[in-house]
């Protein structure tokens, strides 16, 4: 995800930011692991394979995380690959045998 001038991404075991014009890593984080990550609002939507959410505020400063949630029922669930989407106000995320959408419409 290339945001102002920063790429946001993940390893197989971290979320990294690198400054996108010198190749320059400004901070790694081990968060939820390996995971995809989605933008919305602002926000950095990172989906660990194991289950684990967490809502990163996208600074190159350093890692800040604003929340962190597990799906009911992934706490033993599939490994999840998929990037999370978010349209019209609602997040959907899935692994090989479940979705699950939640609203996340502003107030």
Do not use: H
């Not at 014009?21 to 989906?47: F, M, P």
């Not at 799906?71 to 349209?87: D, H, K, L, M, Q």
Request: charged share 20%; proline share 4%; hydrophobic share 40%.
């Amino acid at each position: 995800m290339l945001l102002d001038g920063y790429l946001y991404g993940t390893t197989r075991s971290a979320l990294l930011c690198v400054a996108f014009e010198t190749g320059e890593i400004q901070w790694t984080d081990r968060s939820v692991g390996a995971a995809t990550v989605g933008y919305a609002d602002g926000k950095l939507v990172v989906v660990g394979d194991e289950g684990e959410i967490a809502l990163v505020e996208p600074t190159a400063e350093a890692y800040k995380e604003i929340a962190r949630f597990t799906p009911p029922g992934r706490e033993n669930g599939n490994t999840s690959w998929s990037y999370p989407v978010i349209a019209n106000g609602r997040m959907y995320i899935r692994n090989l045998e479940t979705m699950w959408c939640y609203n996340v419409a502003a107030e």
